[in-house]
């Protein structure tokens, strides 16, 4: 018997919707004051004067309210300012310390950008694995660990076993609402251009001497053909919570990194069980230099055979000091694209469509097009406690209710996207009182390709790709941080909830 598509629905809605036709308070504000010359030189009867202040009070409530891919006038030419000022000035350039000799200790980390606000504590041993990498945001005031998946994809799965997944990531989800150490997970996928290092390592292994030289003569025709397109697919998953959430129980196991790793392993260890439940066959969480090749080869795909090829040689999971974890040099990105040590990266917010979408859509965006490029995807997920879940569906069933009654009173029709919000307000408001959770998410997808390639073509390949169900929306003016949030392992990418903390 076949099961029923799910189809999620409602992921188009603003986490922050206006109150006052679609703006917020503050844009209401500004244009009511820009409106109030203008009805003052009226009431006068200066017609002449109330025409010239409409003419420049029009324009500036439109530069306050219209929104341009996303963001409104106004806000783009502050962003467009602090960005011209920041290459100006030269914070945006960077370069790194080992190459200039400047490193004095190797075990410091020395990355760019929002990176360098990181700090990557060692946690005492995990069970039998080993000393586990803490990831502390010291802007934020998170702290999170890092695993490594081994997972087959959902490409080839069916529809009743993508059913089956997208139940348990719900109640994987569910299961860290409930948690009040952890409040966000980051999934990140990427792919990797196959240098064929390992299976070149198996070969010389296994290689049979007196083999028929029809038999060399065929493999090596296959590895010719089949190699230069293969790529393989790294699996991340990130947790991290807050260090409010962290303090209490970390003081009471001892305190300082130790106590917060502790706190953190107790979590870990409860959901490894659920992420293989999710078709991971493998869940490593990693150390400080299994990390910092992560981050090392996200820079730089290049590296990875190097790497691997150190790590056959070695015959352990060899990783990089952290003082070499970073790209080389990062010149100040351009508005459009991110250049890194001799690789371009084009990253995207991707928008779900309102009409909604099923389990398993998002794979077109990781399929590589042109051997040496790579393509990467990141899933970041926020859940909310009960508390909070009620106070935001009560919040937004008030507002439905409040702007529905107003129309009526004044005579107005509801419109049908009116009446869908107002039905979804109350169905999640009882989901929420049977016991379900709210999640915040974003999704970010990057392509990253090879310095001297046609950024542009690549970049409109990737649009392509996924044109018709996702919209992609470039991060003009941010793609440094685009970068972070699409390609590295490191939890960051969703913005704080302002005003969200309970």
């Keep these: 018997m076949s099961a029923a598509t799910r189809i999620y629905k409602g992921l188009s809605r603003k ?76 914070w945006s350039r960077w370069q790194s310390r080992a190459v200039t000799g400047q490193a004095t200790d190797l075990d410091e980390p020395d990355l760019p950008g929002v990176l360098a606000r990181l700090r990557f504590p060692d946690g005492p041993p ?49 299961s860290i609402g409930h948690r009040e150490v952890i409040d966000r997970m980051s999934l990140l996928v990427r792919t990797v251009p196959d240098d064929g290092a390992d299976y070149q390592a198996w070969r010389a292994e296994h290689d049979v001497p007196d083999a028929p030289a029809l038999a060399r003569q065929a493999t090596a025709e296959l590895d010719r053909l089949v190699g230069a397109v293969s790529v393989r697919h790294e699996v991340f998953v990130t947790l991290s919570g807050t260090e409010d959430a962290l303090r209490r129980p970390a003081a009471a196991a001892g305190g300082g990194v130790a106590g917060r790793a502790a706190v953190l392993y107790r979590v870990l260890d409860g959901l490894e069980d659920k992420l293989k439940s999710l078709g991971a066959t493998g869940v490593k969480w990693l150390s400080g230099p299994e990390l910092a090749v992560a981050i090392r080869t996200g820079f730089n795909p290049a590296s990875a055979a190097g790497l691997a090829a150190r790590r056959h040689r070695a015959g352990n999971e060899e990783g990089v000091r952290w003082a070499t974890a970073g790209p080389v040099h990062a010149p100040a990105p351009s508005a459009r694209a991110y250049h890194h040590d ?19 859509s998002l794979g077109g965006l990781l399929a590589v097009k042109t051997a040496g490029e790579r393509r990467s995807l990141a899933i970041h997920y926020e859940t909310l406690s009960q508390h909070r879940s009620r106070r935001a569906v009560r919040r937004l069933r008030f507002r439905t209710g409040v702007m529905r009654d107003w129309k009526s009173s004044k005579g107005f029709n509801s419109g049908a996207t009116e009446a869908r919000e107002a039905g ?56 440094d941080a685009g970068f972070v949030a699409a390609v590295l392992p490191v939890g960051m990418g969703l913005p704080r909830l302002r005003g969200g903390g309970s």
């Design 342 to 360: 001799g690789f371009a990266t084009v990253s995207y917010s991707v928008l779900t469509p309102e009409a909604g979408t099923v389990f398993g």
């Design 126 to 174: 995990l069970r039998d694995v080993g000393r586990v990498c803490l990831i502390h945001d010291t802007g934020d005031g998170r702290w999170g660990a890092t695993a490594r998946l081994t997972h087959a994809g959902v490409g080839m799965l069916s529809d009743a076993q993508c059913e089956r997944l997208a139940n348990r990531l719900g109640n994987l989800l569910l």
């Design 424 to 479: 979804g307000a109350r169905a999640q408001e009882h989901a929420v009182a049977a016991g379900h959770g709210i999640v915040r998410f974003a999704v970010a997808t990057a392509v990253t390709i090879p310095d001297t390639w046609n950024v542009e073509d690549h970049a409109a390949k990737l649009e392509n790709d996924i044109a018709g169900r996702f919209q992609l929306l470039r991060m003009e003016l941010a793609q």
């Design 15 to 90: 986490e922050r919707a206006g109150w006052i036709i679609g703006v917020t308070p503050v844009q209401a504000f500004v244009c009511v004051g820009l409106a109030v010359p203008v009805i003052l030189a009226l009431a006068a009867g200066r017609f002449g004067q109330a025409l010239a202040l409409g003419g420049l009070c029009g324009p500036a409530a439109a530069l306050v309210v219209v929104p341009v891919r996303g963001r409104s006038a106004l806000r783009w030419l502050g962003h467009l300012l602090l960005y011209r000022v920041g290459i100006a000035l030269g």
